[in-house]
């Protein structure tokens, strides 16, 4: 099966700046979510979707972060005004659904490094 | 709260050799998820192994398994036979009752020829 695709694979912007990911999950998977790994972190949990539905975005910056999954599929992921401490790479990850199949791990896409300067 | 603690910054093992890295957690959920990833340097997250917590036998697949140790709260990760495509960044992992995983600061793993 086709894996998790993210684009673009790198992007550098300057500060201020706006700036969009786009993921798609594999077919099927109802379940998205979008982490930040910062260089030297684990990944950290910005947002996560069941179907087109938000179910956690506690850590999501939401004065300068959005995101959204039209029609439970694609989602995109937003940067506005970006920020220095933004630069991270950004990872979508799917899996099925919530809850069940809970002994299966995420599938990750290959992420986005942006650098802001 | 839930926290992963790794506390190997770093680790070297020598080809075809066993190694083990650690990783502690904490959580206040009764049925929680523990999983191991590794992340090369093409940046991908790479699922390796889960343990549930009601599971009594330790999880193993291939050369990973997992030393699970409920009361103390460990979840180590021991890989058997190391090869160099072994050498990447492992990251311990848990997921609790709101499903949310979260991912401890990782480890990297360095495999000598």
């Known amino acids: 099966e086709a894996g998790v695709a993210q684009s673009p694979r790198y992007k550098i912007i300057e500060k201020r700046q706006s700036v969009a990911f786009w993921c798609n999950p594999i077919s099927g998977h109802a379940t998205l979510y979008w982490y930040q790994q910062i260089l030297g972190q684990g990944p950290k949990l910005l947002i996560q979707?069941?179907?087109?539905?938000?179910?956690?975005d506690s850590q999501l910056p939401k004065d300068r972060f959005s995101a959204e999954r039209l029609k439970g599929v694609d989602s995109t992921l937003k940067i506005q005004p970006a920020k220095l401490e933004d630069s991270a790479v950004y990872l979508c990850?799917?899996?099925?659904?919530?809850?069940?199949?809970?002994?299966?791990?995420?599938?990750f896409g290959s992420g986005t490094r942006l650098t802001v300067v | 709260a839930q926290k992963i603690t790794q506390t190997q910054p770093g680790m070297f093992v020598q080809e075809k050799e066993a190694v083990t890295l650690d990783c502690t957690y904490d959580t206040s959920d009764q049925s929680y998820g523990l999983f191991w990833y590794k992340q090369p340097s093409s940046g991908e997250m790479i699922f390796l192994i889960y343990q549930g917590s009601y599971d009594e036998q330790n999880a193993t697949e291939g050369r990973y398994s997992l030393n699970f140790q409920k009361a103390r709260k460990s979840a180590n990760l021991v890989i058997s036979a190391s090869q160099l495509g072994d050498s990447a960044m492992y990251f311990c992992a848990m997921r609790g009752g709101g499903f949310k995983t979260i991912f401890g600061a990782g480890t990297r793993l360095f495999v000598k020829a």
């Open positions: 990850a799917s899996s099925l659904v919530r809850g069940r199949d809970a002994n299966y791990g995420y599938t």
């Open positions: 979707f069941q179907n087109n539905g938000v179910v956690d």
